[in-house]
Structure formats: structure tokens, C-alpha cells
């Protein structure tokens, strides 16, 4: 599969720029923003696109938008050198699915697409911040509400006033991730993630403008708890637009009652 490479240098600072930007925006009512990136260990060019998303992850919440990011491993750089552990096929066939969307030639690494409609370079910080203020301003129509009913169970209600057919999806993800690379293109380095998708799957889709449904909230051994934070997508099966999306610490979870 072809691999194109950005390596136009990705000045972190630019991303002051976003933060004073918010400030002086109109008083548009907060606005969830999903932003995804598809990354891979095993690409020398990914590196400074994760520390912008590191960077974005200690800005989630501003006056303008609620950023929801998720950061997702595709498999296609794998190989002898290095197999990162955090790619799974769904983020490669999940890419896959924008890049036939959005009507481009070939996937690349590293990728960024804003609210499942607009995709940009990862390593150009000024169009991600100007197509972030950009989508902050159009609200979106389905409302997501996540509340924890019991530590390991999570309600879902979804309120779709379009009536319209819409696929509901679930992720959870991890924030403070290192990995020590052994091998590949970026052999000898140390690298970390914020938002790195450990699990993402269809919860259903909505219907009679409505969707309310209890899951059981994944929660594995090798998973920081203090680090994960439950997602919800509502997303347009045909064109990939995300139409609503919410997200909520694991840290939320309602404690067990002694004795119970």
C-alpha cells in the first residue's frame, strides 16, 4: 500500500495560536469537535503529529469547543523492524473508509480528519487549528449523553431530531502512553501518545430519533484506569460525517458500595 510521508517540520508552538484564538472568538455555545489521527510507530513523520495531539489533549475544553480526540494505529507500516502495538485493523479499515469518502488517492500517515468530513495534514498545526474553529461554529444535531450507572456499566442516550438512520459507536481511549522503539524508521526512540484508541465498535444505530442503550465499559489489565475516557460517535453510515459525539472519564465511574 502506498505510504505518503508529510515532513514539513510541525512547530508545536503554533498551538498557542489556537489556544488565543478561542479566546477572542464570538461566544458560540461549546461545540464537541471530534478529531482522529491516523498515526503509526513504524512512521519516521508521525512523531511530531502525536505530540500535537498530546498538546491538544491538555486543551479539551475551551469556550469554543469540546475536543474528543482519538488517536488510531494503522497496520500498513508494520513490519520486520517494528509492529506497533497499539494498530489493529479496524483503524486501517476505519482510515480506509475516509479516504473513499473523501474522495483521495491513497491513505497516508500522518493523518488528521475533523468531524469525519474534513481531512488535513498532521503535521500542518494551522490548518488543524483553522478547521477546528471552523467546524466549532456549525452545532451539531444529534445530542450525546453519557452517564455511568454502576462502575462497569455506561448509559447511552442519543437524541437525533433529523430522524434519520445514523450509526452509533463506541471507543475507548488512553492518554500517557510511552513506547521504546526497537526497530523500524524510528529505531532508538522514545515515543508518546495521548487518546491512543485502545477499542472502537458499532453500539448500534439510532432509530425513532432515538438511541438509549446500557453497555458494559470495557476495562482490561494492561490499561491505565485514571487514563481512559469512554467515547460515543454519531456518525452518517454514507458519508462519514459526525453528526453528535460526547466523551466521559473512567475516573466518573459511580464507586462501589461497601457491601454490595
Not at 52 to 71: D, F, G, P, T, V
Not at 178 to 186: F, Y
Not at 202 to 218: I, Q
Amino acid at each position: 500500500m502506498p505510504k505518503l510521508r508529510f515532513v514539513t517540520p510541525v512547530a508545536v508552538v503554533v498551538l498557542v495560536l489556537l489556544y488565543a484564538a478561542w479566546q477572542v472568538q464570538p461566544a458560540w455555545a461549546q461545540q464537541p469537535v471530534v478529531v482522529e489521527l491516523f498515526t503509526s510507530e513504524g512512521c519516521s513523520s508521525c512523531p511530531p503529529a502525536d505530540a500535537m495531539l498530546i498538546k491538544l489533549s491538555q486543551q479539551r475544553n475551551s469556550s469554543i469547543a469540546k475536543l474528543i480526540l482519538l488517536e488510531e494505529h494503522v497496520e500498513y507500516w508494520n513490519g520486520p523492524g517494528w509492529i506497533d502495538r497499539f494498530s489493529a485493523p479496524t483503524y486501517t479499515q476505519r482510515q480506509a473508509e475516509y479516504e473513499n469518502n473523501l474522495h483521495l488517492a491513497t491513505p497516508y500517515t500522518p493523518q488528521i480528519v475533523i468531524d469525519g468530513h474534513v481531512q488535513v495534514s498532521g503535521n500542518d498545526p494551522r490548518a488543524v487549528e483553522e478547521t477546528i474553529l471552523q467546524v466549532a461554529k456549525n452545532p451539531k444535531p444529534a445530542a450525546v449523553s453519557l452517564r455511568f450507572v454502576s462502575p462497569e456499566k455506561l448509559q447511552v442516550v442519543v437524541d437525533n431530531p433529523a430522524h434519520a438512520k445514523m450509526e452509533v459507536l463506541f471507543a475507548v481511549t488512553e492518554d500517557d502512553l510511552t513506547s521504546n522503539v526497537r526497530g523500524g524508521e524510528n529505531g532508538g526512540r522514545t515515543l508518546k501518545h495521548s487518546a491512543v484508541v485502545r477499542e472502537l465498535h458499532r453500539l448500534g444505530t439510532t432509530a425513532d430519533a432515538k438511541f438509549d442503550k446500557t453497555v458494559n465499559v470495557p476495562d482490561k489489565s494492561d490499561w491505565k484506569k485514571s487514563d481512559l475516557r469512554a467515547i460515543v460517535l454519531v456518525q452518517n453510515p454514507s458519508s462519514g460525517q459526525i453528526l453528535g459525539a460526547a466523551e466521559i472519564p473512567y475516573t466518573e465511574a459511580v464507586p462501589a458500595i461497601a457491601g454490595r
